[in-house]
């Protein structure tokens, strides 16, 4: 994923931590929410 390469690359310039766990995290919502079927009231 591009944007990812590019967080990580400028978290890397400035010395902080990439939040890998919390990338993880947003992203399987994401495709969670992708996958919902039109009018979908609630995400679970």
């Known amino acids: ?3 990812r390469s590019i967080a990580e690359d ?3 310039h400035f010395h902080y931590e ?3 766990e919390d ?3 947003v992203t399987a ?3 969670r929410v992708r ?3 039109p009018g ?3 995400i679970y």
């Open 29 to 31: 919502y994401l495709q």
């Open 23 to 25: 990338d993880r995290r």
């Open 10 to 12: 400028v978290a890397k």
């Open 18 to 20: 990439y939040p890998h």
């Open 1 to 3: 994923m591009r944007f």
């Open 35 to 37: 996958q919902l079927e």
């Open 40 to 42: 979908a009231s609630s």
